[in-house]
């Protein structure tokens, strides 16, 4: 008499749970790339865009896994510059930031920058980045032709010029920028907060860049006037801001909205010989 089918059945279930408990507990059980692929479709929207608009935004999925992404470029690009500024940002984005689902690149001509769909947004005056030149100034005229030429950021962006402003004032070369969707007045209070902190910051340094979550700035003093090429700034190698580059990979949280941030800058702005320049009254 052969065995009863409980008993068959019972050795089936017992040699079951046996394969399963001595099963190695890194065994693959899936792979998910959704974002992968989502986020493939956001980088192709944006590069699309880039070669006709200097600023666009996006959402590429749906639900949980949209992924809201934007870039955008200085005002003072040509189209094609920016289009070639925002692969750059795209490529550097895959390499610094592998696929992080919230990132921010920001190149000397353009920025990328973009999240899962619901996270908590940061106050768009929220602090970034700083880069502060370690040459210093002294007297009080430095701090005077400063303020002057940072008041023409302030004037020209809060007057309906697209958020963008560059210009020289008194041998001092300033730059500011708030994101393409950003209202005159919100611009203008994020470009305010933006030089209060560089007064904060970088003090008496005599070249700076602050960034903010939805505007920066820039300044640098001249001892010889402002170069004719200080506006150009194009991937075609012309100006002296398309210079070798340096990546600064940033983890963890920024704010309260970003998993991680990858921020690129330009190193050419800065000399490397400390200087301190005085001025008269």
């Known amino acids: 008499m052969g065995p009863s089918p409980s008993l068959i059945l019972s050795l089936i279930v017992s040699i079951f749970f046996t394969l399963c408990s001595s099963s190695d507990y890194t065994n693959l059980v899936f792979k998910g790339g959704i974002y992968k692929q989502t986020l493939k479709n956001l980088f192709n929207a944006l590069i699309s865009q880039s070669s006709a608009s200097k600023f666009y935004n996006s959402t590429s999925g749906d639900g949980a896994s949209a992924i809201n992404g934007l870039y955008q470029c200085r005002g003072d690009l040509s189209n094609d510059d920016c289009n070639s500024c925002v692969k750059r940002a795209q490529g550097q984005s895959q390499k610094l930031c592998g696929e992080a689902v919230a990132a921010r690149v920001q190149l000397n001509g353009c920025y990328l920058r973009y999240e899962i769909s619901g996270f908590r947004q940061v106050s ?43 210009g020289g ?4 070369y300033v730059l500011g920028q708030c994101e393409g969707d950003l209202g005159s007045g919100d611009c203008v209070n994020c470009v305010k907060t933006a030089i209060d902190r560089s007064k904060s910051e970088c003090g008496s340094s005599i070249s700076a860049q602050i960034y903010l979550q939805e505007c920066y700035i ?40 970003l998993v991680m941030a990858c921020l690129l800058f330009a190193k050419s702005t800065f000399k490397k010989k400390t200087h301190t320049y005085k001025y008269g009254g």
């Open 169 to 172: 004032y008194q041998s001092v």
């Open 218 to 257: 820039s300044y640098t003093y001249y001892p010889n006037g402002v170069p004719s090429d200080e506006k150009s700034l194009s991937s075609s190698g012309k100006g002296r801001k398309t210079q070798k580059t340096v990546a600064i990979v940033l983890g963890g949280l920024v704010g309260v909205g």
């Open 124 to 166: 768009g005056t929220e602090f970034l980045y700083k880069i502060c030149g370690s040459n210093r100034a002294s007297g009080a005229g430095f701090e005077d032709r400063l303020e002057m030429a940072m008041g023409e950021i302030v004037k020209d962006v809060g007057s309906g010029n697209s958020g963008f402003y560059a």
